[in-house]
Structure formats: C-alpha cells, structure tokens
C-alpha cells in the first residue's frame, strides 16, 4: 500500500480533518493574540520583526516533518500516533510562552530582546507546522477537502478571534487555544487509553490556567526598562518609573486596542492609554463654565477663540472629551465627538462622574459616535464650522515620525472631503505634538487644496501655523495648523496678534510670514512646498547609528501610500532588518528544499534540478503572491468599511472561506487534469486582482453613503470571487505531489510557510516605496510566474509516465 493512498477509517479521516481546522484555527487566533499584546508592549516595526520570526516556525515545523519521516515512512496502521504526537505538543505549547514571558522571564520582554522574545513564541508555530504537513502528506490526494478545513478554521478565527480577546483578554486566548487542541489530539486517541490520559490531562491543564487567568489578579504585561524609544511603547515604560507614580486604574480589551486608564502622581487629570502610546486626558470637571475657563490659554482653544459660537462641532477622536470641553468653552452649539476605540465609551461611562458627565450634556449631540472620524464624516451631509482633531491615531506613530504606519485621516483625499465638509466660515483645526508631522501634513493639505483650484497665495492667506512656547513642552498638544474656508479677516489677524506672547506664530498672514512657510505664495505645487519645508536644518538627521545626514521625506501622503509618519527617504530604515531577515529566510529555505528534494532524484545535476526545481518554486511562489494580494486587498477596502477592525475581519474571513471553497474545486478530475486548469485559471486571477486594486478607491467614494451591512455584503462579494480563485493552486498543487512524490509534501509546506512571511514583509516594502497599488501589481506578476512554473512541473511529470 502506497503512502498517497492511506485509508483510514472514517472515524479517522473526520477527527484528521477537524484536528486541521482546529490547528489553523489556533495558529491565526495564536497569531492575533500575539499581535495584541505586543502592539500594546512595543512599537509596530519591533512587533512586525517578533512576529516574522515567530511565523517562520511553521515553515520549520514542516522542514522539521521532512526530516523525522525521511528515516522512516509513517506507519499507516498508527496514523494517529503519527498525527496526535505534534497536535499534543501543540496543546501544551499554546500557552507555555506568554506564561514563560510574564514569570520566570519577564527580563525578555522588560529589556526588549526580541530575538529571544520570537524564539520563544516560535515554539507553538512549530509544532503547528510538523502536524499540517503530516495531515497533508498522510492525505495528499484528498488535498482539496483537507485545505478545505485548514482555510475554513483560519477563517472562523479571523471572524471570532477579536471579539474573544475583548471577553477574555489577549494573554489568556492562548490557554483557550490550548483547551481546543487538546480536545482535537482527544479525536485522534483511537481507543488508546494512555493517550486519552494525556489529552485529558492536558485539557484539564489548560482550563484550570484559563480559569485562573479570568480571576481578578491575573497575569499582567510587565513595565519595561529598555530606553530604546525605536522600541517600546511609553505607557509601560512610565509603570516602571518610580518617579512618575503611574498606577493602572482600569484596563479593557477590545476589538481595536488595549485601552488602560492612569493615574499620574501629583495630578488629578486620568490619562486614557490606548496601545500604551500618546496618551487622551480626562480631565476632572464638575459641569460648570467657571471650571473650563483654565483652558483659554490653550492652544488647542486658538480655534474657538478665534471664532467663537460654532453653530456644528466634528471633533474626530476626542478620547477623554478634553476637546469637546475646548469647544464648550469656546460656545459650540453642538458638538459631534466621534471615536473609533469602542472602549472610551464604557470608559467614559464608568468615570463619568470624575468629568461631569460630559458626553451626555445637551450640546454634545447625538453622544460619543463610535466610528471611524473619516468615514463618518464622508457619510455626512452636514457642514461644520470646525472640524477639529488633536492626536488623532497618533498611538499609531511615534516621536521622530519614522514609523512604518498607515493613517488615511492625513492624506490628499482625506483633506479633499475635510474641506467638502466646512461651511463657508469653517475651520479646519489639527493639533500635532511633531513639527515634522506638521509640516508634511501641512504639504499634504496644500496638495489638496491646490487640486480644488486654489494657488499659494489663496491658500498663505488661509494658512495659520502656532506653537508653544518651550516651557509648556510636557504637554502633547504642542503644534496647531489651521485652515480657514475664507481668508482670515483684519480682525482676526489682530487676533493672533494679541496672543503672540503666549504662542509662537510659526506662521499667520500678514502677521508672521516666516520662511519656510511664506514661500507657499511662491510655489506653484505641493511637491515643490514639501521640499521648501524639508530644507530646514532640524530635518537633516540620521535615521541610524553612524549613518549618513539624510533630509526627511515630507512630500504629500496619498491613500495609496498612507505612511504619513514614515518620512525617510526611500525604504524606512525600521523595515531593513526584517527585509533582510525575511530574504534571507526565505532563499535559505528555497535552497535547503532544492538540496533535499534534488537530492532524492537520480541522474546528474542538471536533470536533478530539473526536476526538483519546479515544485519548489511553485509552492514558494504561491506562499508569497498570496501574503501580497491578501496585505494589499485589505489595506485598499479599509475606506470602504471604516473600521480597521472590521475591515480585517471581513476581507481575512472572506478570503479565506473563499479559499476553502477553492480547495474543494481543485479536488476536482485528477491531479494532472487539475494542474492543467491553471492555464485558465492563473490569469483570471491575475485580471480579477488588478481591476480589484483600481475598483477600491472608485469603490470607496460611491458606496460609503450605503448602509453598514450594504457595505460588507459588497465588499465579501468582491472579495468572494478571488478566494475561489486563489484556493486552487495550493491543493492542487499537493494532489500532483502525492501521486508523484508525496515524501515531498513536508517540503512544500516549509517554503510555501516561509516565504509566505517573506511576501508579507515585501508587502510591507513595496507600499512604502510605491503604494498598494504596485503591491496588488507585484503580487498579480508573482502568481502569473507562479502559474507558468506550475504548469511546467506538469509537463515534467507526464514525461515520467
């Protein structure tokens, strides 16, 4: 009996396919989990370079299956041993590393040693790894039913994941995810009692650490020591530090964020935390006008003092509500706060008497809005008389503006609609703690009003730029930029005149006209303004330790290319160690499976690589067009939703059931007859792929006026249609395998898993060079390389029969 055509008993074959579900489920909400806690503990590069690591392990895992099962075949009559083994293992390993990180090695996490914290972290994706490609190469003609439940289990846990970690809490997901391997390795026990003791034993394990973990005095995320502000978050930094006093009041999970609320010593203002980063104040108020007059000398107030009794207030993430108490003060008739974190709403609510109840005062209509500031804007008709936002997302960058971060609230299309949405008196107020945040929005909203007709000098008489003066730096709320529908009155000029002692006017017209900014009466384009700004000496820095003097990038942010905060020429210096990791994973595994796989083959060298080469390559072409298409689709629908979270969710969940529908297509006629279908099938994808990349944007401004569930229905049935496509080539690809070689199998599962982080990471570097766009371009070239070497190793197979 030939390994490809093991026949288990149904039994067997149901818990087999189960246990793959079970295991995709695990490895993505393992995955999301990690994501979490990590965003919360450090900053977006860090994390991104841990998790590449740690995804890797799958790859190693089946590296590590082609080894163990190259001295000796499996056993057909001990299939479940050969499959239960690392399916245990994975139960014990789900929580052995946030346990390990936050007890006896809390050191890892507290000095951020990342390439230990990533070992670590690796383990479970290693035992994950050895086990799907067991299943795999145990079931490789039955392929397309076998992806089936390991695309179906990913994509149940991109719908479910995020709200179990808002119930639960991201450290204890992974003693949940345990519990379900552990009841899955049960399935595979097949009468043996020793090994029904250990699954047992180890789901009991797992539920006891879960049941402790939902107590009150669980495990917590440590405070950190390492200074490296290129690293970690400042919340647990501050935690740390004796002399800030800082004290964790209450803490929530949520779809969008970890958000923590602080108490400082020597101050009775609340900090709202959101992914331990730029802080929201609540302030303690008691409802009375006398209490808000201490922020007239605010500068986030210049707006409202300027012109004062707004008839209708935008304020797009107000946090704690400091801004809305700004616009009270100055008058505001009504007020629309709008948030995207679903957390400040119950926080608010629970602190409600500590700020007067603020989100419930008449003027503040209709409450918080939970929703994306953009986006909720875009579905407005209203027209506001400000449009105003402090920090807004600014967790998402840090000091210094080299964060590899997108944000659509500071790009040429945003500040299009901003300026569709102010009445004729209206103002646009953005309130920054960077000047070269500032500065580069400030380009990015020039770009935007030239593309409505206006010239320099229409927009220099428009333009007002303040800041603070040094000995108030503490506070976040260090830069104002306004932006005046008309041109600033006599009066109003008079104005900013009064409170220049206070402030320091970095530009107002006819008042300050300070050069850079002045030469915006000069330029003719944006692009020209934004190296007008550039050419100032603080903006010539080192972007690394020894170096070279580089000007900062401060040219216009579009949707395609929305790392507004990511201002190194060329590719962002954060992203290079993972680049490089990731390439140089990714061709150490293409050569270690070409090395073993022509190993296996007889004849001289040429004809080993031949023969080998194809299906090497097939498979690790797939593993990175996939991760390329799927980074790019999500990042071009995220207007269409408005929500991050749900964006994610919707596409990955969709993608991924389509995907398994794939697979079940592709088990379709026989391996041979299946291949051939790629000669169809690559380049409708390639087609589908493109036009869905120019779709996106046309998609986003005719349908965000639609109904929320109109919205998703439309955005799952565009995204349906390319997981079928995508589905396909993978199982059909292991069906031609397990007929041919199956002892490879092992081997396409290790390149597919490695260079699928590469694809990721190359996504990552293609959009900051050139945009999604070309990201969804590489990707479509990729899978048509991808389709032709496919159907090449066809053709080399059928020479052997």
Request: with cysteine.
């Given at each position: 009996m030939?390994?490809?055509t093991?026949r ?8 087999v396919?189960?246990?793959v ?23 977006s590069?860090f994390?991104?370079?841990?998790l ?19 001295r ?14 690392p399916l ?7 929580p ?7 007890t006896?090695a809390?050191d890892?996490?507290a000095d951020?040693?990342?390439p230990?914290?990533a ?8 035992a994950?790894g050895l ?24 994509g ?9 970690l808002s119930?639960?809490?991201g450290?204890?997901v992974?003693m ?6 552990a009841l ?6 097949r ?8 699954a ?17 005095g669980?495990?917590?995320l440590?405070?950190?020591r390492?200074?490296d502000?290129s690293?970690?978050k400042?919340l ?16 929530e999970w949520?779809p ?12 009775d ?8 980063d730029?802080?929201?104040?609540m302030?303690?108020f008691?409802?009375?006008r006398e ?16 012109r ?8 797009i ?6 801004d ?6 100055g008058?505001?008739k ?6 995207i974190?679903?957390?400040i ?8 008497s ?11 209509d ?8 953009r986006?909720y ?16 997302k ?16 500071y790009?040429?299309?945003a ?5 569709s ?7 646009l ?6 000047p070269a ?9 020039v ?10 000098p ?6 007002a ?5 040094g ?11 306004l ?12 104005t ?10 970095r530009y107002?017209p ?7 900014y ?7 384009s ?13 903006y010539?820095v ?14 216009p ?13 060329g ?12 390439l ?9 499976a ?17 023969y080998a ?12 067009a ?8 999500i ?6 939703l408005?929500?991050p ?7 990955l969940?969709?993608?991924l ?10 088990n379709?006629?026989t ?21 869905a ?7 986003g ?6 109904p ?23 199982p ?6 397990g007929?041919?070689?199956v ?5 396409a599962w ?24 070309a ?8 899978y048509?390389v ?6 090449y190793?066809r053709g080399?197979?059928?020479?052997g029969?």
């Open positions: 030939s390994e490809s093991l288990a008993p149904v039994r067997l074959r149901v818990s396919r189960l246990a579900a079970a295991t995709a489920f695990s490895v993505l909400a393992y995955e999301i989990a990690l994501t979490r806690i990590f965003s919360v503990l450090f900053r590069p994390v991104f370079l841990i590449s690591v740690a995804v890797c392990g799958l790859g190693l895992g089946a590296a590590l299956a082609a080894v163990l099962d190259s000796a075949a499996p056993d057909p009559d001990d299939e479940a041993r050969y499959l239960g083994r245990l293992a994975l139960a014990v390993l789900l052995v590393p946030l346990l390990v990180l936050l006896v809390k890892l996490i951020a040693r990342g230990a914290v070992v670590l972290t690796a383990a479970p994706y290693l994950a086990f799907l490609s067991r299943a795999f190469r145990a079931h490789a003609n039955d392929s397309g039913k076998l992806y089936f439940f390991d695309l179906g289990g990913a149940l846990a991109a719908l479910v994941t995020a709200a179990v119930r639960v809490g450290v204890a992974p949940l995810l345990g519990l379900l391997t899955a390795a049960l399935g595979l026990t009468g043996r009692s020793w090994w029904r003791i250990a047992v034993t180890v789901a009991l394990a797992n539920f006891w650490l879960l049941g402790n973990q939902l107590q009150p669980a495990l917590g440590p405070a950190l390492s200074e502000q690293k970690v400042p647990f930094q501050e935690l740390g530090d004796p002399k800030v006093g800082a004290k964790v009041l209450y803490t949520s969008v964020a970890r958000t923590d609320v602080v108490s400082n010593a020597g101050t203002t609340l900090f709202i935390w959101t992914d331990g730029v802080p929201t104040q302030e303690p008691g409802g009375t209490e808000m007059l201490k922020y007239g000398g605010f500068i986030g107030f210049v707006p409202y003092g300027l004062p009794g707004a008839e209708r207030v935008l304020c993430g107000p946090g704690g509500g400091l809305c108490l700004l616009a009270l003060l008058g505001a009504k007020i629309e706060p709008v948030e974190n679903p957390a709403a119950r926080v608010t609510a629970k602190y409600s500590f700020y007067g109840n603020l989100y419930r005062r008449p003027e503040i209709p409450g918080l809005i939970i929703d994306e500031g986006s804007m875009s579905r407005s008709n209203r027209r506001y008389d400000v449009i105003y936002f402090a920090l807004a600014s967790a998402t960058t840090q000091q210094g503006g080299m964060a590899l971060v997108d944000n659509y609230l790009t040429v299309e500040f299009s609609q901003y300026w949405h102010l009445s004729d008196k209206g103002q107020a953005l309130v920054f703690q960077n945040l500032t500065d580069r929005c400030l380009a990015t909203a770009a935007a009003l030239m593309q409505t007709g206006l010239k320099g229409d927009i220099a008489d428009r333009l730029y303040l800041g603070i003066r000995e108030l730096s503490s506070t976040p709320y260090q830069y104002l930029m932006l005046s529908k008309k041109p600033f009155t006599a009066e109003e000029r008079k900013f005149k009064r409170i220049e002692s206070g402030f320091h006017l107002v006819g008042v300050a006209e300070n050069q850079p002045a030469a915006l009466r000069e330029c003719t944006a692009a020209q303004y934004a190296r007008r700004l550039a050419d100032q000496d603080d010539l080192r972007l690394r330790l020894g170096g070279p003097l580089v000007r900062l990038n401060l040219s942010v579009t949707d395609n290319r929305p790392f507004y905060a990511d201002m190194a020429p590719l962002n210096p954060m992203l290079l160690p993972i680049l490089w990791f990731s140089g994973a990714g061709a150490l595994a293409l050569l270690l070409l090395a073993v796989t022509a190993w296996s083959v007889d004849g001289d060298l040429g004809a080993r690589l031949r080469a194809p299906p090497v390559l097939y498979f690790a072409g797939l593993g990175a996939f991760l390329l298409v799927e980074v790019a689709l990042q071009k629908l995220v207007l269409v408005g929500y979270t749900l964006t994610l969710t919707v596409i969940f969709t993608l059931l389509g995907a398994a529908v794939g697979g079940l297509l592709a379709r006629g391996a041979d007859e299946a291949m051939g279908r790629l000669r169809l099938l690559i380049p409708v994808l390639m087609a589908v792929q493109l036009a990349g120019w779709l996106a944007p046309l998609l401004q005719h349908v965000l006026s639609a929320l569930a109109a919205r998703v229905a439309l955005v799952a049935a565009c995204v349906l249609p390319m997981g079928l496509l995508m589905g396909q080539p993978f059909t690809g292991l069906r031609l395998l007929e041919r070689r002892e490879w199998v092992p081997m290790a390149v597919n898993g490695v260079l699928s982080v590469t694809g990721s990471v190359l996504a990552a570097a293609v959009a900051s060079l050139a945009g999604y766009q990201v969804l371009v590489v990707g479509a070239i990729l048509g991808t389709g032709a070497v496919g159907l190793w080399i197979s059928r020479e029969d």
